[in-house]
């Protein structure tokens, strides 16, 4: 069933509120190396809903990386592997009713198999890529919201649940995450007006600010200094890259490039930033960041990606040199 | 006349209401080495005056850096000494009512002597430094406010002028400076109400934000490559630096090292960062930022400079090593 509202307004649908207010045992997964909008989305509606008298039990097949662990209940993922959760949970509390999908829309970004015979609810604010799902799910997605965060407040407003200060750090992380804190286009007045109201609720924007932004090991900072010092700027494109060398050099791993590609956008120059990871011997893991009206998602898709409109990335494979040329040819199509 | 309100509520003195009702001829001036909050305050203000028939002049010694150019109304700032400014608006408009100093508490903080028969108004939400000026001043000084851009959004909404698209961009950027764009403890519920209402009124986050982080040019990103080059984190307390030379290197300037100070911050394990530039043989400006609860103020008073509780400055004369050895050494008694 197809139930995407087309206007802005952003009001969860009732066949979504009923089926919660109905159901006992639910699965909540988020999308593989998960961010803050899918861990604060997924930790914010799975304490909701044990509000309501709901069992839930989370699953990320990446886990909580380290910098996330402030979040108020990320203790609520589980270390299992998606089989071993499933049979646990349904041993121990019966029939589950429902697995969530949030901040994705399709099992596979969550790195799961739904069984068959299990329905699922899709809430998330990435447009689908290559068609829906089948109809065993109920969808909610919704493209103009700036966070699945926003649309989590919304439908925990609608279950009736009141937001306290636990619910409102992970909401308020998971939207400031996708709006990098309100200076990104889909800030919009009502966002603001949200976070408004989850800082009245106790949250700290320095503490959230400090745990995002400012809470790096020396060893990842000098491997940025590193990344910086490959820059090459040409035609508004810069890449930056990492090598495996690199980070067995300054004793750091992959997770620690988390926000690297942003760095060179500080340039007024540069229009993409392209920053690159060795994730094997001719492997790479690119990250794209845009500004202004240029569109990545297509150029993401072209090599098999996804992402948004100024975010995106995908797995390349090739020589540095090679896949370097390759992506700057497809990316001179929408810098033009 | 002391007028400083004690509550957290920001609510213009009557007094200034009046005394601006009231007026004809105004020069607006603004703190040296002028920022978002100093440069957007004062526009806004000039807008809005204006808007009920007044005469403006605005003044800055140090005039509107390049990258603040895009604040509609810029232009407005005068390039004359303060003496020819003052003298050239009394010939054309007839007597100065008052100069309003904004985002400053002192004359000398903006650079200027007032004549001896002028009235002043201040409108600055730093805290007064060593006793406050004789009283031919009116004073609005109000710590508890975020942003200088705040005071002066409740100033217009009390004089009657209705928010445009101009005004609201001016607002919005001294807001966004002294937030670090809502990231920073003096983020209020009411701070993020406020950017809302100013969202509403046409202004774009991501442009502002692109102006204000994302114009460099490339040699002031090498130049800010070659700066953290130089860290050194001991105790808690990272000083990088910049020399004359790698001025000279990079083809910078002093104006190109705004933030700076910032980026060592992100390490965890830094409580203070200490930016120091060349400008001089042996004179450096030294940039403080903290973390949390470390104060700054006493540091910078007792080196003879000022500023906020997390971010402060001042000057400092002697070589590389005496003045680092002499800062860390003052800084250990508030770090510790």
Request: charge should be negative.
């Amino acid at each position: 069933m197809n139930i995407t509202s087309p206007s802005t307004v952003i009001s969860p649908p009732k066949e979504i509120i009923e089926f919660l207010k109905n159901s006992k045992n639910l699965i909540l997964a988020t999308h593989i190396n998960p961010e803050g909008d899918a861990l604060g989305s997924t930790i914010a509606l799975s304490i909701s809903l044990e509000r309501l008298g709901k069992n839930t039990i989370l699953y990320n097949r990446d886990g909580v990386p380290y910098f996330y662990r402030f979040l108020p209940g990320h203790e609520r993922f589980s270390n299992s592997d998606f089989k071993t959760l499933t049979r646990d949970f349904q041993e121990l509390r019966g029939p589950v009713d429902a697995v969530i999908l949030l901040d994705c829309n399709t099992p596979e970004r969550a790195g799961i198999e739904i069984p068959p015979d299990t329905t699922y609810i899709i809430i998330d604010h990435h447009e689908p890529v290559g068609g829906l799902p089948e109809n065993r799910a109920l969808e909610w997605i919704e493209p103009s919201a700036p966070a699945t965060g926003v649309m989590v407040y919304y439908l925990i407003k609608a279950l009736g649940v009141e937001i306290d200060y636990e619910i409102a750090v992970n909401l308020y992380t998971a939207i400031a995450i996708d709006t990098g804190t309100f200076r990104y286009s889909n800030t919009t007045p009502e966002t603001l007006k949200l976070a408004s109201e989850l800082l009245s609720l106790g949250v700290k924007p320095e503490e959230i600010s400090e745990a995002l932004y400012d809470s790096w090991s020396i060893n990842r900072f000098k491997l940025l200094i590193e990344c910086l010092n490959t820059l090459e700027l040409t035609d508004g494109i810069a890449i930056t890259y990492v090598t495996e060398e690199l980070f067995k050099k300054t004793g750091t791993s992959q997770e620690d490039t988390e926000n690297f590609s942003n760095f060179p956008k500080i340039i007024k120059d540069v229009k993409v930033s392209v920053f690159l990871r060795q994730i094997g011997r001719d492997k790479w893991k690119a990250s794209l960041r845009s500004k202004g009206d240029i569109d990545l998602r297509e150029v993401a898709w072209s090599f098999g990606g996804g992402g948004h409109r100024n975010a995106a990335g995908f797995i390349i494979e090739g020589s540095l040199e090679e896949i370097k040329k390759k992506i700057k040819d497809r990316l001179k199509l929408v810098t033009k």
